[in-house]
DNA sequence: TTAGGGTTAG
């Protein structure tokens, strides 16, 4: 140890450092290389180790002259096992997390101590600086003093200040700092990769992902779960099976992530596979997992097996009493939404805003006028929650279903925030089931400024004015559609066979099993017809004669896709259909007799909510 | 003793 202190040294004079003395020491001296000649000299003559004051020394060194750097470096080694800096840190751990400005006051506090900071004392630091939106340059002076002590080789810490960049956004430096890092790890892509993701520069950080040398389990989770975030699901779904092709063995987390993929695409099969491996690996323990696992059935349209994953929980929060409950109101089962919030409240578990997005829905799509008022009121009088644009929306549509028109207007115009396209949305649906025109105009003025593009809208004012008679009324509709470059969205439904997505959409005619889908249709219209089913071609927005319209009509994805999963599927077998629009009315009708032709259950998630034929009626009991 | 990914609405 003495030998290398003695490193002859020739640090130039630094006049601001003339007759200087340590503190609580009696070492005084004129210059850096003066203290470090003392310091030798001290260790030669065989003085005991804590009047050497390594760190000490070291700072001084290290705060005066570039060329005194490595000798302050060297000596910053020999102080770092210190049992008292260690003491230190576990106090910036912990405050780090709990109070990160009290962190950075201790930090301050060893600073001016006789200790230095080591890599661990600045790791915990930069945490606190990452966690406080005001911290960026107390960060970046932080980045100047490790610079400073020579900590700049060091992976982790560099680790670190990439990640206190990327947090504060400053995505220049943290990139500069990610590039210009001697060595990089797996963890400095995934720092980078993570950002990238958050703010959906998918490409970037996916080209991060190609080019990194080695990928952890992280990598992989962090690319998945940013395609679920940006609504991209199937290449989530892609590069899970990638994952595993590659060995690379699923966490929790990814599982997580990979759920909520499926439960986006529907992704049944797929879903019941990683519910198996979780519990497989006990991952079914994990909260998160169970609660994004009762999302997937939900919206999978099993809500049995729902159910029985939330009565299996061994602990429930929130999100799990308000994902089933919502589950509940979109499948229809609105009394078991209601019932389910009774037993949450005995169990004293508070209702958040989304609890009450759940219980307002069911409310609107059973009609439980007075009973969806009072949970508006209890939210904000009991618990505390002021509105969000959602619960107005639930509020518009419950008011609107009613056939309170006037009323729901009214409590649009009164909205402590600016109404948004689902609430306008909300009372032109109303709108047209009282046949209102004038409410549907109202609405109409409001959403071709907020949603212009929206086709739907266009297609219910039609409606409402050919319901009302006023023919010529409907054509401007089509012709403003057209001036605004508005172009109708093509319906499709997905339906998995064997494992294998089908998928069908409105008029295209390129299923490889077209002609024997036609025909059985056909069979089946005579079948309906003898029912008294009428073709609703009131839905079909297109100028062209009755007959055109009935088979335009006919090619709706939901119904080809209905035909086909019959021809496909053993007697008895549910049917699961996915579509991206709402059902419509003329689809309605002729699903729910097919279901009592056919003797099948066919469930349909359309993009509100879920419609379960059986036996010639449906679960939203038309009410939709 | 230090860094990186996750849940319910719309």
């Known amino acids: 140890m003495a030998s290398s202190c003695l490193t002859p040294l020739s640090s130039p004079l630094c006049s601001q450092y003339s007759s200087l003395s340590l503190p609580n020491s009696n070492i005084a001296f004129s210059s850096p290389s003066h203290l470090q000649q003392l310091h030798s000299l001290l260790i030669k003559s065989g003085a005991p180790i804590s009047s050497l004051s390594f760190p000490q020394i070291a700072s001084v060194c290290a705060l005066s002259s570039p060329s005194a750097f490595s000798y302050a470096r060297h000596l910053f080694h020999r102080s770092a096992d210190s049992p008292e800096i260690f003491l230190w840190n576990t106090h910036l751990n912990t405050l780090s997390s709990s109070s990160p400005s009290d962190a950075l006051l201790l930090f301050n506090r060893l600073l001016s101590s006789n200790l230095l900071p080591n890599t661990f004392s600045c790791s915990f630091a930069l945490k606190a600086c990452s966690q406080l939106s005001h911290c960026l340059l107390t960060g970046k002076t932080i980045h100047a003093l490790i610079l400073k002590l020579g900590f700049d080789p060091d992976v982790f810490l560099n680790n670190t200040l990439v990640h206190m960049y990327s947090s504060f956004g400053a995505m220049a430096d943290a990139r500069l700092m990610f590039e210009k890092m001697p060595k990089s790890d797996a963890v400095s892509y995934n720092i980078m990769i993570a950002r990238l993701t958050k703010d959906g520069e998918m490409e970037l950080a996916r080209e991060m992902f190609d080019v990194m040398p080695e990928r952890s389990v992280r990598s992989w989770t962090s690319l998945i779960a940013g395609y679920v975030q940006w609504k991209n699901p199937r290449e989530a779904v892609r590069l899970f099976v990638e994952m595993e092709e590659v060995g690379v063995r699923p966490n929790e987390v990814t599982v997580v992530a990979v759920l909520a993929a499926c439960a986006d695409l529907g992704a049944l099969d797929l879903g019941k596979r990683v519910h198996q491996y979780g519990n497989r690996f006990g991952f079914l323990k994990n909260v998160r997992v169970c609660n994004t696992l009762i999302d997937m059935y939900i919206k999978c349209g099993c809500v049995q097996i729902a159910r029985k994953v939330f009565d299996e929980m061994a602990e429930r929060t929130v999100v799990s009493w308000s994902a089933m409950i919502h589950g509940y109101a979109i499948h229809g089962q609105g009394d078991d939404a209601l019932e389910l919030f009774e037993e949450m409240r005995k169990a004293g578990i508070r209702p958040n805003p989304v609890t009450f997005v759940g219980l307002l829905h069911a409310c609107s799509h059973m009609g439980l006028l007075e009973q969806g008022r009072k949970f508006f009121q209890s939210m904000i009088c009991d618990y505390n929650i002021v509105p969000e644009i959602e619960h107005y929306g639930c509020m518009v549509d419950l008011l609107s279903r009613a056939g309170l028109l006037d009323e729901s207007l009214d409590f649009i115009k009164k909205m402590q925030i600016k109404p948004n396209g689902v609430v306008w949305g909300a009372l032109l649906g109303g709108a047209r089931v009282y046949k209102r025109v004038d409410m549907g105009e109202e609405a109409i003025r409001q959403l071709i400024d907020l949603d212009p593009l929206n086709d739907g809208y266009y297609v219910v004012l039609s409606n409402i004015y050919a319901d009302a008679g006023r023919f010529d009324d409907a054509a401007k509709v089509r012709r403003l559609m057209r001036n605004k470059g508005v172009k109708k969205t093509p319906g499709w439904s997905t339906i998995a066979v064997d494992g294998v997505i089908h998928e069908f959409v409105a008029g295209e005619s390129d299923h490889a099993q077209v002609e024997e889908i036609y025909r059985r249709w056909d069979d089946l219209l ?32 939901e119904k080809l896709a209905v035909v086909f999963g019959l021809m496909s599927t053993p007697p008895g077998t549910v049917i699961r259909i996915m579509k991206n629009l709402r059902v419509c009315n003329d689809c309605h009708a002729a699903l729910k007799l097919i279901s009592e032709i056919a003797k099948r259950e066919i469930i349909v998630r359309d993009r509100n909510r879920f419609h379960c034929f059986r036996d010639g009626v449906c679960s939203c009991r038309d009410y939709w």
């Open 526 to 557: 005579v079948e309906l017809r003898v029912r008294g089913y009428v073709p609703d071609t009131s839905v079909v927005l297109l100028d062209m004669a009755e007959s055109e319209k009935e088979s335009v009509l006919y090619r709706h994805s």
